[in-house]
C-alpha cells in the first residue's frame, strides 16, 4: 500500500465451544486498561456489562470486514460460559441488575450454520444471506431463545438488553424468536441496518431488498402491541456507498419521509481496510463478479460536493440541507418535488437557519457556535412526531410565517442602507401557502 508492504493474515480456524469457553473463561478485568488513567471512555462505558455470546458473522455486507477478521463460520460459546460471565458480572461495582447486550458482530446467529458441515467446508460463497437465505442454512433460533429465558431466570438480573444489529431477515423466519426478542428484549427501541432502500446500492453492499424490513416491522409492531408496549425500530441508513446514484438518495428521503422518520446523524461510506466495497470505491468495478475491462462499472460517490448531497437527501428535514436539495431536484427534473404538500420532500421557502439545533438533541451545538458540543443519545426520530424548530419546539406554519417575516424585514433594512447604482435589490422570499 503506497511504499509499504501489508501482510493480511487469513481468519483463524473456527474455534470449537470448548476452546471458545476456554477464552472466555480467563480471569479478564474487565476496566480498560491502566494507560488510560481517568480518562472516560465512551466505548467502554456502553459495553461495560455486555456478554459476547459468539464470534464470526456469514453477511457478507461489502461495507464491513467482520467476515474478513472473525471468519464466516460461527464460532459459539455455551449456555453454562455466558451465564457464569453474568453471575461474574453481577459482582461488579456499578451493576444495576441491567446486562446491556447479549451478542456479538449479530445479534441473532448464535448456534445458526449450514446443515453439512461438508459443504460448509468447502463452500466458498461471501455470504449465507444474499442474494437469499441459502437453502443450506439452517435458521433455528430455538437455541438463542433458551439463552435468553436463563438469563432473565438469573437472581439480580432485571433486565436483558439486545443491542447488536440485528438481522432481520433471519429473524423473520423465526416468528417465536421475534416474539421473544420483542416482548423481553427490547428497551424503547431497537437498531436495525436495512442500509438503503433501493436495489441499485443494496446489491452492491449485499443487502436484502427492503421488503424484508417491512414484513420484520410488521411482526414487531403486532408483537410489541400484544406485549402491551410502545416501542420503535431505529433503522440505520449508509449515504454515498458505491452504487448509489443521487435518484436512489432521492427516493431513500422519500422513503424516510412518507414513514416519519428523521436522522439526526447520517453515515457517509468511507472505504475501510479489506471491505470488498473499497474494492469499488478505487476500481470502479464491481468484484463480487468476474473483473475484466468490459465488466460492469459501479457508480462512485468521490467529489465532497456530491457527498454532501447524498447526506443532505439523508437529513431532508434539515433547513441547512435545502438550497443544495433544491438546485439538485431542478437539474434532476424533480421540481415537483419542492413545495409544501405531503408528497413533495422539501418546502420552496428558506427559514432562517443561524443557531439550528438537531430536533431531538436539545444539547446540540448551534451553527457557528464556540461551544463545545455535548454528545448526544437518540441518533433518529422515527415515530412521525413534527419537525422541530431550533429552540425544540414543534415547527408550524405560524412559526415558518414568522421566519418569512423576519426574512422580508432584514432585506428591507439591509437594501434601505444602500442608495443608489451601488444598492443590491432586496430577495423577497417566497411566503408559505
Not at 153 to 160: E, S
Not at 316 to 324: C, E, I, S, V
Not at 387 to 392: A, E, K
Request: net charge positive.
Amino acid at each position: 500500500h503506497g511504499d509499504h508492504d501489508i501482510w493480511l493474515n487469513p481468519p483463524p480456524i473456527p474455534l470449537t465451544t470448548e476452546e471458545m469457553d476456554y477464552v472466555f473463561a480467563s480471569p479478564y478485568a474487565r476496566v480498560p486498561h491502566p494507560s488510560y488513567g481517568g480518562a472516560k471512555i465512551p466505548a467502554y462505558e456502553m459495553i461495560r456489562f455486555s456478554v459476547n455470546i459468539m464470534r464470526g458473522c456469514f453477511g457478507g455486507c461489502t461495507f464491513c470486514s467482520i467476515t474478513e477478521h472473525e471468519g464466516r463460520i460461527i464460532q459459539n460459546r455455551s449456555h453454562e460460559s455466558i451465564l457464569h460471565e453474568i453471575e461474574e458480572m453481577k459482582k461488579l461495582p456499578g451493576f444495576t441488575g441491567v446486562v446491556s447486550d447479549l451478542g456479538g458482530p449479530t445479534a441473532n446467529m448464535y448456534r445458526i450454520a449450514c446443515n453439512s458441515p461438508e459443504i460448509e467446508k468447502h463452500c466458498r460463497k461471501p455470504s449465507c444471506v444474499y442474494p437469499g437465505i441459502c437453502e443450506n442454512l439452517n435458521t433455528d433460533h430455538s437455541s438463542l431463545i433458551e439463552l435468553y429465558r436463563k438469563a432473565r431466570a438469573l437472581p439480580g438480573v432485571k433486565k436483558i438488553l439486545i443491542a447488536s444489529g440485528l438481522r432481520y431477515d433471519l429473524a423473520v423466519e423465526s416468528p417465536e424468536y421475534v416474539k421473544e426478542l420483542v416482548t423481553h428484549h427490547v428497551g424503547g427501541y431497537l437498531k436495525i441496518a436495512p442500509e438503503h432502500t433501493e436495489r441499485g446500492p443494496l446489491d452492491k453492499m449485499m443487502k436484502p431488498g427492503i421488503g424484508s424490513y417491512d414484513k420484520f416491522k410488521r411482526m414487531f409492531d403486532k408483537y410489541s402491541k400484544e406485549a402491551g408496549k410502545e416501542q420503535y425500530l431505529i433503522p440505520y441508513f449508509i449515504a454515498a456507498h458505491p452504487g448509489t446514484t443521487d435518484e436512489d438518495m432521492m427516493n431513500l428521503a422519500l422513503w424516510l419521509k412518507a414513514n416519519g422518520f428523521r436522522a439526526d446523524q447520517v453515515q457517509a461510506f468511507y472505504p475501510s481496510p479489506m471491505a470488498s466495497a473499497t474494492a469499488m470505491y478505487h476500481s470502479g468495478k464491481n468484484p463480487l463478479r468476474k473483473v475484466t475491462y468490459k465488466s460492469e462499472g459501479v457508480a462512485i460517490v468521490k467529489s465532497e460536493e456530491q457527498r454532501r448531497l447524498h447526506k443532505a437527501f439523508l437529513r431532508y428535514h434539515d433547513p441547512r440541507g435545502w438550497p443544495m436539495l433544491r438546485e439538485a431536484l431542478i437539474r434532476m427534473g424533480r421540481a415537483d418535488l419542492i413545495g409544501s404538500g405531503k408528497h413533495q420532500l422539501i418546502p420552496a421557502h428558506q427559514p432562517a437557519v443561524d443557531g439550528y439545533q438537531s430536533a431531538r438533541r436539545k444539547n446540540s451545538t448551534p451553527v457557528g457556535s464556540k461551544k463545545a458540543g455535548q454528545g448526544g443519545k437518540i441518533l433518529t426520530q422515527h415515530n412521525g412526531l413534527p419537525p422541530r424548530s431550533h429552540d425544540g419546539n414543534a415547527w408550524d406554519k405560524r412559526e415558518q410565517a414568522k421566519a418569512a417575516a423576519e426574512a422580508r424585514r432584514k432585506a428591507v433594512a439591509g437594501g434601505g442602507k444602500a442608495s443608489g447604482k451601488n444598492r443590491k435589490p432586496s430577495q423577497r422570499p417566497v411566503a408559505p401557502r
